[in-house]
């Protein structure tokens, strides 16, 4: 089986460093140039650190443990795993589901990821981009809506465990 990584890296650990907003209508959409759909379980959370396996459209599978370093930056350490034992993983999540398809959009240089949310949390669409150093500046696209880089409401893991953030529904 030949898998493709998600992050380019020079090992299993990379630092990954990346703003995140709220997506604002839908002009990104021309602009999409592949996509995939994902289905993340998380297995274990404790504060700034996660384990999660993750599907990529049912062929392939990775276990990924972020640790947090800042607001911005994570160290992410990530492996393939067989599918069948992704699929074992994510049973035994406790429902801690995320499922969504990913959207690429390169732009100056910068790889968006948007996400599109479905089940519990459908109507949700987030982009992240990630950068080589928490000072780089990419040009923001006009899709974009609110920052929430840094607020722990809007994780992955949280949306996984707690759903829309309070007071929040699209």
Known sequence: MHVTPLLVNNGPMAKEIERKFLVAGNAWRDAAQSSRTLLQAYLAIDGETSARVRILDGEEAWLTVKLGVSEMTRDEFEYPVPLDDARTMVEASR?????????????DGYVWEVDVFEGALAGLVMAEVEMGAEDETPALPSWLGREVTGDPAWTN??????????????
Do not use: F
Not at 95 to 107: F, L, M, N, P
């Open 157 to 170: 893991a949280a949306l996984a465990t707690e759903g829309w953030p309070e007071g929040i529904h699209l």
């Open 95 to 107: 429902g801690r589901v995320i499922e969504k398809t990913r959207h690429i959009i390169k732009s």
